[in-house]
């Protein structure tokens, strides 16, 4: 062995030692820690989250997720305040665990419902059904319906407002900056947007996995991620000599499509709980809000050699697509943590490319927010709150 190898082995010693010791004590804290210390006084903390609501005919079932630091028995379950058999919860349910309680009931259409549980301490954890109604099942039909759904909110929207692109080129030099303000203003609309409703969804699930956490971890992964991949896009471009302004409206299309991602996942849970009107005022309302994002893609285009038409086709596929597998996940699966966590890295893919666009803002004198930008900025918030009005 060389004298080389032998010194970077003698480097190493010291870390494992310290990942030795430090395994040693942990495990140590682990068997000992506990029966050292006095136990905790007062009655137990018992917490449930219901994760998922499944309706079939003369049955509620309630998927429930035990968030509290104690074992939890479910005794017994009321609905409006009747007592109705329960199954499915026999045993208690340790921490973090998830079962799925079968409730026989004979529910109606569209009625609300209280749903009571009573844990064996005496606790009462209340769950709220607005509207009662059949949950879809898993065939044919329903993906063809959230396929088609996911195409009207998600891809023609954005094609058609990619279709501005060549009225846009008459831009000039300061138009084309004032555009790109418009672009950020779309976008960081669309962020704050998604972190409200992030955290929010987060929070109404009892924040067994994190809660508001996982937005902000989805949005430092996709921040990341994104950086990473912008990296190796400007390393292919100084190679390939491509245009930057197609680089850029590939972020962008980049992080618009990990927010319809999101959008789509709350359209599918929506439509599983029968909280969605579908219908014109919804295709509509999502057309016309999402064409500006449309806009967005094709704004850093309008300076450089014309794109083909199938590089057009795959930004705005890249950009609307998305939101047909959001709807098919969110309809499907219904989990909070998840949603969340997805909609956590469409805020953070939003952020770095809003990071990527600044720089094209500053003007001859090297102002970003100068009056025009800054008036482009506002008009693209003022945009996107106008046309979330057209949204139900």
Known sequence: M??????????????????????????????????????RQGPPIEQLAVERTDLTRGV???????????????????????????????QPIERLEAVTLRLDY??????????????????????????AVNTPRAS?????????LGTYVGIIPVVLGMLFLPTLRRLGQRGTRVLLGVTV?????????????GVELAESNGGAFGGPALV????????????????????????AQEPGGLRLALLISTGIGLHNLGEGLAIGAAYAVGELALGAALVIGFTIQNTTEGLAIVSP????????????????????????????????????????????????????????????????????????TASGITAGLLAMYLTGLFVV
């Open 216 to 239: 902000v971890l989805g949005a430092v992964v996709a921040y990341l991620s994104l950086s990473a991949v912008d990296h190796r896009l400007r390393d292919r471009q100084q190679h």
């Open 140 to 148: 044919g039909g329903f993906f063809a319906v959230m396929t088609l």
């Open 60 to 90: 509620i079932a309630l998927t429930v997720r035990n968030t509290g630091p104690d074992p939890v028995q479910v005794a017994q379950a009321f609905v409006n305040d009747a007592y109705v058999d329960l199954t499915g919860g026999e």
């Open 106 to 131: 004979p529910w109606q259409d569209g009625q609300p419902y209280l749903v009571s549980l009573l844990t064996a301490t005496g606790v009462v954890i209340e769950h709220e059904i607005p509207a």
């Open 301 to 372: 285009l309008t300076r450089q050699r014309r794109p083909t038409v199938l590089q057009l086709l795959g930004l705005g596929i890249l950009a609307g697509a998305p939101a047909i597998a959001g709807a098919l996940l969110g309809a499907a699966v219904n989990n909070a943590e998840l949603s969340a966590f997805l909609i956590g890295i469409g805020v953070g893919a939003i952020a770095q490319v809003v990071v990527q666009i600044a720089p094209s803002l500053r003007d001859k004198a090297g102002k970003i927010l100068a009056p025009a």
């Open 185 to 197: 203003g779309l976008l960081v609309f669309l962020a704050v947007d998604a972190t409200l409703e």
């Open 2 to 39: 060389s004298n080389v190898r032998i010194a970077t082995l003698r480097s190493w010693v010291p870390t494992i030692a310290t990942l030795a010791i430090v395994a040693i004590v942990l495990v140590a804290l682990a068997m000992l820690g506990g029966r050292t210390l006095p136990e």
